[in-house]
């Protein structure tokens, strides 16, 4: 079964998600003095740390335009800040961009509600009735392990080109990995807990309602970050090779057009979708899960 | 359930298997379930294409599947697009693994490197990598050059971004230690942040197992004219649909392997550490 | 005999680079300790102590005065002395036996000498026998054993000891203080104790050091004349706990700054 119960590996997974999920380690005992025994974090002065980001970041963006202009690239090829800035503004200001961007949120938006709606109670009667789970558990592992690309074909053959079958892609990776994602949150109640219900005679229902969601809670909300991920690939994947419309089919556009700007704002904006989703998916996380002991 | 010795010494003898068989089973039990589950799921999809459920157009039964594979597999194109796949897909991730963990490890080391490094890799991190795919065409064309670097992009990123953490999370009380003891900085590098990293790589590594599969399938489907993801464009292309089911079939059993090989590692590595620390 | 450990007027003061506020953590703190003497320093939570130690270790630069190792300063690059840890922290992925060999292995020592030279220093803590075992298979008590014999593998001039009992249970402390004493007087090392609890620095020392609440200052040196060796039994007794009063009147006493700003409350 795939290791969501695992605490370095679900920490490893929602790293991956998302950057802002590493909290620095803390040891120090003053603030802001040099302290040999704190970790290597801290005894970086950690608020340094942004002004070197900035100038890196300045730094690249600067160099790229610089060569772009002087011809060391080939701005065919490689576009330049500036470019991909005004190609920004021009989708922008145009319609087509827009029906696009619409095209692209819808789909994505329904596949993943879908998914979410039909995952989650799966998950966690697949997880509670043991035995449901076992049954199921060869094809979890089977589909888990299956890039969600393979089915592209598939659902256009299904499908069609339309809207249907971005959604249904979109819905299948997050489907299955808030499924599994789940399961293992619901595997993982500790027994204990259990017993303590048990002993004062609670029912099941009532045990489901006060310790298993909430214990499950934060297994479900990294699943649906790493889902968002997923998620984000799919619906890319499927505008681009198997549609007629959407922010990935653009994509596709520029690319055959060699218009390497347009390309980069595209994927410029799959990139603030993905990061956006997993920044609001872990401020809920952090809010839910309040209770939880800091790693 | 103790056998009466009363009994009849046939009947003991049945109820004495029957006894030990329950008991086996309810051993095996998961393993019996998830047997149960896959026969009777291809059971229950054979009679939904027989009876006509399903169109055979859509989906192939299992039974033609079967009779595909064979037949394929005689052929001289589904073997030699395995072996494709697999070639692309192990280069690419061994060149992912060798480039992305010593950037990750200087990442996390170096306060200079790291300040350099993270913004990068985390954006790239974040970034859909399936994205960039038609800028690569552009920059590097079709062909196995492009299909290679291409499952290089997505493997490389979990390796550096996950070791980089894993360096930087070394436990400062061992740190502690190692600096009481005066132990110069590649002592502490070797025995202390290295193996604590490990638990990080692994995950990397089982991360990045699954998305260079992802990303060779994606080259495949559109920068080459071999391999599996070929074999899947063609299908598609052609409406051949038991052949399409036989790829993703075959894409299927290659993840699934790449992933419990992943698992038997990180279990080997778990010797010293049974219980995950937080 | 010159003493092995000097401290002289030892003072730590952190200041914010950013407020300019500054803290005292130590103030004028001389201390010495003779050769294969046993010199406890008590005090309440937060006083210092650690951090003395940490300066006596060579980790921390103190803001004034010096510490010196059979006069060669610490902050010098010879690492003679050998420091327990509060927390075990055993590397996991190595066994007991490289463990214990590590310290020597920091210094440069080939990892197949220290480990020879650290089996016996495992049987000195009674752990013979669990040489190829790994920490997580280990109890509290035995982990803190590894961390003894890790800091006496180093054949260190003197053995630095940062309450190191303080993670364990009240029994299983009780059964290390005892088994200390043992290995302390088979292997006849300097020690330098560091604990908040009395009755253990009463029990273990040649000499106490009370120190007082931030900024930690000497407050007393008391002798222990218990003849030693010396059972848990004497706990109990008279002169035992007369010293610990005296100690405990000490650390309450005008002199000691106020307990309640420093948290402490961890009895003793």
């Known amino acids: 079964m795939a290791n969501a119960s695992h605490e370095k590996s679900s920490a490893g997974t929602s790293v991956i998600a998302d950057a802002s999920a590493v909290a620095p380690a803390t040891g120090v005992n003053l603030p802001g003095v040099r302290n040999v025994s704190d970790s290597i974090w801290t005894r970086w002065g950690f608020t340094d740390q942004r002004i070197y980001v900035a100038a890196s970041v300045i730094g690249f963006l600067t160099l790229w335009e610089v060569a772009s202009r002087l011809g060391w690239i080939r701005p065919l090829f490689f576009s330049s800040p500036t470019a991909v800035f005004d190609a920004a503004v021009r989708e922008v200001t145009g319609a087509d961009f827009w029906y696009d961007l619409r095209i692209s949120l819808f789909e994505f938006s329904v596949g993943f509600s879908l998914a979410i709606v039909a995952s989650i109670p799966l998950g966690l009667m697949f997880g509670w009735f043991r035995r449901l789970g076992h049954f199921f558990d060869p094809w979890l592992r089977f589909f888990y392990a299956t890039p969600r690309i393979t089915y592209i074909p598939l659902l256009v053959l299904w499908f069609g080109l339309g809207l249907e079958s971005k959604m249904a892609l979109v819905f299948a990776g997050p489907f299955i990995t808030i499924l599994v994602g789940t399961l293992e949150g619901v595997r993982t109640v500790p027994t204990t807990y259990l017993d303590v219900a048990r002993s004062f005679g609670a029912g099941q229902f009532h045990f489901f309602k006060s310790v298993l969601l909430p214990t499950t809670v934060p297994f479900i909300l990294a699943a649906m970050r790493l889902a968002v991920g997923i998620g984000i690939v799919a619906i890319v994947l499927g505008e681009m090779y198997a549609s007629q419309a959407g922010i990935g089919h653009m994509l596709m556009t520029a690319a055959n057009n060699l218009q390497a700007d347009r390309v980069l704002f595209a994927v410029l904006l799959f990139t603030l979708l993905g990061v956006g989703l997993s920044k609001i998916l872990l401020a809920i996380e952090n809010r839910v899960a309040e209770w939880k002991p800091q790693g | 359930m103790a056998v009466s010795e009363t009994h009849a010494p046939a009947t003991a003898s049945v109820d004495a298997f029957g006894t030990r068989l329950l008991r086996w089973m309810r051993k095996r039990e998961r393993v019996l379930l998830g047997f149960l589950g896959v026969v009777s799921l291809i059971a229950f999809w054979e009679l939904a294409v027989v009876a006509g459920w399903i169109r055979s157009s859509m989906m192939s039964s299992p039974t033609i599947i079967y009779e595909r594979i064979i037949t394929e597999l005689g052929g001289d194109r589904l073997l030699p697009s395995l072996g494709v796949t697999l070639r692309a897909y192990l280069i690419g991730l061994g060149i992912a693994t060798v480039v992305g963990i010593p950037i990750g490890f200087i990442g996390g080391w170096s306060k200079r490197a790291s300040y350099l490094l993270e913004p990068w890799l985390a954006a790239l991190n974040a970034t859909p990598t399936v994205a960039i795919v038609p800028l690569i065409l552009i920059w590097l064309g079709i062909g196995q050059t492009s299909k290679v670097f291409i499952v290089f992009l997505f493997a490389v990123f979990p390796y550096a971004f996950n070791t980089m953490v894993g360096v930087r999370q070394s436990e400062a009380e061992f740190l502690d230690v190692a600096r009481s003891f005066g132990a110069t900085e590649p002592k502490v590098i070797k025995s202390i942040v290295l193996p604590g990293a490990v638990p990080y790589m692994m995950t990397a590594a089982r991360l990045a197992v699954g998305r260079a599969l992802i990303g060779v399938v994606v080259a495949e489907l559109v920068a080459s004219n071999t391999g599996l993801g070929f074999l899947i464009s063609i299908a598609s292309g052609t409406f051949d649909t038991s052949l399409l089911m036989v790829s993703v079939f075959f894409v299927g059993v290659f993840g699934l392997t790449m992933t419990e090989v992943m698992k038997a590692i990180e279990r080997q590595f778990d010797r010293w550490r049974p219980e995950p620390t937080s | ?268």
């Not at chain 3, 201390?31 to 937060?46: A, C, D, L, R, W």
């Not at chain 3, 300063?73 to 036996?97: H, K």
């Not at chain 3, 016996?120 to 040489?131: A, D, I, N, S, Y």
């Not at chain 3, 604990?195 to 002798?223: C, F």
């Open chain 3, 1 to 268: 005999m010159p003493p092995v450990l000097m401290a002289d007027a030892v003072g730590m003061e952190y200041v914010h680079p950013r407020t300019g506020r500054s803290v005292v953590a130590i103030e004028d703190f001389s201390v010495e300790v003779e050769p294969q003497q046993f010199v406890t320093i008590v005090g309440p939570s937060g006083c210092g102590k650690s951090t003395f130690l940490k300066i006596a270790n060579g980790l921390l630069r103190p803001t004034a005065g010096s510490v010196t190792i059979h006069g060669e300063d610490v902050q010098s690059g010879r690492r003679s002395r050998g420091t327990v840890f509060q927390d075990a922290s055993l590397l996991p992925w190595y066994t007991v036996l490289r463990n214990a060999a590590y310290g020597l292995e920091c210094q440069g020592v080939r990892r197949q000498e220290a480990e020879e030279r650290a089996r016996p220093v495992l049987e000195l803590v009674g752990l013979t026998g669990f040489e190829d075992a790994h920490p997580h298979e280990l109890s509290g008590g035995m982990r803190q054993r590894v961390n003894v014999a890790r800091a006496l593998t180093i054949d260190p001039e003197i053995l630095l000891m940062d309450e190191p009992f303080a993670s364990l249970d009240a029994q299983t402390r009780e059964f290390m203080q005892s088994e200390l004493l043992g290995i302390w007087s088979k292997s006849s090392k300097t020690v330098l104790f560091v604990t908040h609890q009395i009755d253990e620095a009463v029990y273990l020392s040649d000499r106490v050091l009370v120190m007082s609440a931030r900024p930690g200052r000497l407050i007393a040196d008391i002798t222990v004349d218990i003849p030693r060796p010396r059972d848990l039994r004497i706990k109990r007794e008279p002169k035992f706990v007369e010293l610990v009063a005296q100690v405990w009147d000490l650390l309450h006493g005008p002199a000691s700054g106020s307990l309640e700003t420093t948290g402490a409350g961890h009895g003793g």
